[in-house]
């Protein structure tokens, strides 16, 4: 992958969603033993992922936390960094 910065971001085909909640180290948890969300990555106070449609996958997310009795979440997508790009590529699931 090579290209600008603007041009790796705009490459990755997944979306960028920030998990916020007052229980972050059980929603962590939860997150990295599930099947789906396992890439659940820790900065600072908040926790991102990738996922393939931020809608979709972020009703999901929030249902399966319910389930397990965590309902103070809140999601926001943001735009990646280019070290959130370059931690994707390498996973192998980041290109368009």
Same mark, same amino acid.
């Given at each position: 992958?090579?290209?600008?910065?603007? @041009?790796?971001?705009?490459?990755?085909?997944?979306?960028?969603? @920030?998990?916020?909640?007052?229980?972050?180290?059980?929603?962590?948890? @939860? #997150?990295?033993?599930?099947?789906?969300?396992?890439?659940?990555?820790?900065?600072?106070?908040?926790?991102?992922?990738?996922?393939?449609?931020?809608?979709?996958?972020?009703?999901?997310? *929030?249902?399966?936390?319910?389930?397990?009795?965590?309902? @103070?979440?809140?999601?926001?997508?943001?735009?990646?960094?280019?070290?959130?790009?370059?931690?994707?590529? *390498?996973?192998?699931?980041? #290109?368009?």
């Amino acid at each position: 992958m090579t290209g600008t910065p603007s @041009e790796i971001k705009d490459s990755m085909q997944r979306s960028l969603i @920030e998990l916020f909640s007052d229980n972050l180290w059980k929603v962590e948890s @939860e #997150l990295k033993n599930s099947a789906h969300y396992a890439n659940v990555i820790r900065e600072g106070s908040t926790l991102r992922l990738f996922v393939d449609d931020y809608k979709k996958d972020g009703e999901k997310i *929030i249902k399966y936390l319910a389930k397990k009795n965590l309902k @103070e979440i809140s999601l926001k997508k943001k735009i990646p960094s280019l070290e959130n790009c370059f931690m994707e590529i *390498i996973s192998g699931r980041g #290109l368009k």
